[in-house]
């Protein structure tokens, strides 16, 4: 059995991979659905039109059509076992194999019945604030979910049972608990993804301090929601990356997600104003397309790394030298969206602790083709550098045949 930690796009096309030479698979996701990453982005970049973030992850095994179509088939793969809503709890070596302890969390909606009906989400009276969904009930799925079940926020949910008294199928247990489970793996794929650097300690940008600078996932979960609202909007690139005090490197993929962001809002709203202010714009190969593209819809170029950002009556005025015309301006906007740096999960310290990997000086797991220096143990996609999304698809590809050979 090949255990797979983490469901995003790498996670799912690994386990594709995996089970298709007939091996038998595992995932473990920590979040309560597979998609990572991909259920936040909204729309992807490189096909043209823009892909639907959901229906990326989908089983790539019917060419041709849709992909949202049969998203749902790696559900249905005899070979491949789907643990979400769990959580790695120990890897041990033993006689050159992994066992390996997971914890199931409870998500008080039984998987084995429930048929995704949306009564009990009808039902239930507690509203609460999602950063990815909006305003959803305490009982909620996310679109096109995998498993395609319900979960309950415990949090939120007032344990009322209304979900319970319409529940056709008896899936409510609201008493359900913790399940320890314990598996035997002869090799491991890492693939637990990245996250977003959040700017706190930038002062110079008031991240976190004015509400109106966010940062581009945060502006992506705002398009796919459809709540953003704006006349003027200024986004800051290398926010983090290429920055000695914090990430070296660049991300790689920031400049497409602002273009992509910036594209998505110019044709939806011709009239907004944006404007991109960047050290370097690196658009490699295809890219180059979507760069010229931005600049045709309007949508202007600063050469420049702006220095302070005020809040006055409601508008943010920024303060910036422009490189190019070799003066020191002013903008004033309504949102200033940042491109922060991208980092790998925080979960990845853990695992290497676990397995003795050998981590870079930013938190990247160590690889060459796919392998680390831990026999057995292979990673794909981002947890071990930034890459876009057909990359990541590439080396979950490599990391797969290095498996099996
Ligand atoms: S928990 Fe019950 S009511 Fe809710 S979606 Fe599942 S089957 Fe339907
Ligand atoms: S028990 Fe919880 S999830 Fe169910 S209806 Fe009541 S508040 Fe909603
Ligand atoms: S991709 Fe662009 S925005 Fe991101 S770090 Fe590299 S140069 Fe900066």
Redo the contacts with the bound molecule.
């Keep these: 059995m090949i255990l797979i930690i983490g469901g995003g796009i790498a996670g799912m096309q690994s386990a594709i991979e995996v089970t298709s030479y007939g091996l038998e698979a595992a995932i473990v996701e920590k979040s309560p659905y597979l998609g990572g990453n991909a259920n936040f982005l909204h729309k992807y970049f490189p096909s043209m039109p823009l892909d639907c973030s959901v229906c990326i992850t989908s089983c790539i095994d019917m060419p041709g059509i849709r992909k949202c179509f049969y998203r749902s088939s790696i559900f249905s793969l005899e070979n491949l076992k789907i643990y979400t809503n769990s959580e790695i709890k120990e890897i041990k070596k033993e006689n050159g194999k992994f066992k390996v302890v997971i914890e199931k969390l409870p998500r ?1 909606v039984r998987e084995d019945r429930c048929v995704n009906c949306e009564l ?1 989400k009808d ?4 509203e609460v604030e999602d950063n990815l969904l909006g305003k959803r ?3 909620y799925s996310y679109p096109q979910p995998i498993p395609p079940v319900y979960t ?3 949090q ?9 008294e319409v529940c056709r199928t008896d899936a ?1 247990d ?1 008493e359900q608990k913790p399940e320890k489970i314990e598996l035997e793996a002869e090799a491991i794929i890492i693939a637990t993804g990245f996250e977003e650097f959040k700017p706190h300690d930038m002062v110079e940008y008031g991240y976190g301090t004015y509400k109106n600078v966010i940062t581009q996932l945060e502006l992506a979960k705002m398009l796919k929601q459809d709540n953003f609202k704006a006349e003027k909007v200024l986004m800051i690139q290398c926010v983090g990356s290429r920055d000695k005090r914090f990430f070296a490197y660049c991300s790689k993929i920031c400049c497409m997600f602002a273009i992509k962001h910036a594209i998505m809002l110019k044709e939806k709203y011709p009239d907004i104003e944006i404007y991109i202010a960047y050290m370097d714009i690196r658009t490699p190969g295809f890219y180059e397309y979507w760069y010229r593209k931005a600049r045709e819809l309007g949508i202007k170029f600063l050469r420049s790394r702006p220095g302070d950002i005020v809040e006055n009556n409601g508008k943010l005025e920024v303060y910036f030298e422009n490189t190019l015309e070799k003066k020191v301006d002013k903008l004033e906007v309504d949102y200033v969206v940042l491109s922060t740096a991208l980092i790998p999960n925080e979960n990845v310290k853990r695992l290497a602790e676990m397995l003795g990997l050998e981590l870079d000086e930013y938190g990247f797991i160590l690889s060459e083709d796919g392998r680390t220096n831990v026999p057995n143990v292979f990673v794909a996609g981002l947890a071990s550098s930034v890459k876009d999304v057909p990359e990541t698809v590439l080396e979950a590809v490599a990391s797969t045949v290095e498996v099996i050979k």
């Design positions: 008080y009990c039902a239930c009276p507690v009930k305490a009982i309950i926020d415990m939120a949910c007032n344990k009322c049972g209304k979900c319970k409510i609201l």
